[in-house]
Each structure stands twice: as C-alpha cells, then as structure tokens.
C-alpha cells in the first residue's frame, strides 16, 4: 500500500538558517509527489510539485524539493528560513499510473518553529 | 479571486446531534474533497466528487456520514448522529479540470462534540 513517511515530528531553526523536511514515501510504480503548508487555523496550501521531467523542482515561497528515486525520498529545502515559514509541512503522494484519481496520501506532517 | 469557503469555521455540538458542514469550491474546479484531520489519524480522504457524482467514498468512517454535491457550486457533509470520536477538522478542497492533484484547500471547520 502507498505510504508517507515523514521521520520528524518537529523541527526548529533559527531564521536565516538553512532548513530540509524529510519526506520517504512507499509506492512500487511512479508517484506523483507534492508538498503543502498549513499554517496555524488555515487549509493547506500546495508548496510544490513533482510529477516527471526535472527531479529538482522549485515551488512558492522560496522551497524547492528533490526527487531521489533510489532512497525513496522527497526532502523539502530552503535555503534561509524566514519566521513566517513557522507551520506544519505535509508530504504526499499519488498514483502516477491511474486508479483513484486525486486520492493523496498524506504524511503526518513536520512542525516547523523559527527562532529569532 | 475567492478560494474554497467553507461554514460554519466552529462548531459545538452535544453527542446526538445532526451536524451539517458546507462547502463552496472554486468556481470552475470540477472536483471536490472532504477530509478529516485529527491528531491520532492525520490528514484522511473521506470522499471525492467529480463533476458532483461521488467517486470513491471508502474514507467515509460508517454509515453516520454522508455527503452530497447538489450542484458545482455546494456541497454538504452530514454526521448524523454525531460522536465525540468525530470531533477532528474537516476540510474541503476543490481542483481544477486537468489538474486534480493540485487540491485547493479551505480553511476548515473545527467541529467538537461533547
């Protein structure tokens, strides 16, 4: 079954510092792969997207996130963090090879504090 | 542009009562999602409309939940009766024709049953 890992639950950085969620998903055939924002009382919001093509691809907000098939992985990055990027960042993934279309599986999300 | 609305943004209700969450989409998006976040269970599909038919409901917990899309532009989430297990955040997402993997989220309801 398709699966989302993500190995932190919180991460905390001091603005200005360089900043990687961690994100391993289980899928046997190509996934598509995204990452979303939730800031504190609002919906998520779609940061990125991988679905072919590039395996480094660039979202909003200054993120950008790689694709690394051998280690199964989706790492989210950001050079400097500023404190608005304080949230829970959640990793997903769908089936690239049909089936239930727009059936996202998510991660349990990773806390993000900044300190100033 | 307005995005997702969903109502009311809070609700209380005692275990028993019907309970009825709304929804509004994007104008011109042709799919429709409900999920429920909780602490324990995370982020979860209840179910999902296409162009206001259901697609796939097997997220939707047991027969005290159902939900409707009369039209493109509403959709309804009912709990009847409610359960103090179903206090959690329920939100819905909508996502445009030809790019359904890009779910346009509201802001949620937080519903609490006591």
């Known amino acids: 079954a398709q699966s989302v890992t993500q190995p932190d639950i919180h991460i905390t950085v001091s603005e200005g510092a360089s900043l990687e969620l961690r994100c391993n998903y289980s899928?046997?055939?190509?996934?598509?792969l995204f990452w979303y924002v939730q800031s504190p009382g609002q919906g998520l919001q779609l940061l990125l997207k991988y679905f072919s093509g590039d395996t480094l691809v660039q979202g909003i907000k200054g993120f950008e996130a790689e694709f690394k098939r051998s280690q199964s992985s989706f790492n989210l990055r950001k050079p400097s963090v500023h404190w608005s990027d304080a949230a829970e960042y959640f990793c997903?993934?769908?089936?690239?090879?049909?089936?239930?279309?727009?059936?996202?599986?998510f991660g349990k999300g990773t806390k993000l504090s900044v300190k100033p | 542009d307005a995005g997702v609305i969903q109502s009311p943004r809070h609700e209380v209700t005692e275990m028993g009562q019907e309970v009825t969450l709304r929804c509004k989409p994007i104008s011109g998006h042709d799919y429709l999602f409900w999920y429920r976040q909780t602490m324990m269970r995370g982020l979860e599909l209840l179910i999902y409309?296409?162009?206001?038919?259901?697609?796939?409901d097997s997220g939707m917990p047991e027969d005290r939940f159902s939900a409707k899309m009369p039209n493109a532009s509403f959709s309804t989430l009912k709990i009847q009766p409610s359960e103090p297990r179903d206090s959690a955040v329920y939100f819905c997402a909508s996502s445009p024709p030809l790019r359904y993997n890009e779910q346009f989220f509201g802001p949620g309801t937080r519903l609490t049953v006591l």
């Open positions: 409309f296409n162009n206001n038919v259901p697609i796939d």
């Open positions: 899928y046997g055939a190509t996934p598509y």
């Open positions: 997903a993934v769908r089936s690239g090879d049909g089936g239930s279309q727009g059936n996202l599986i």
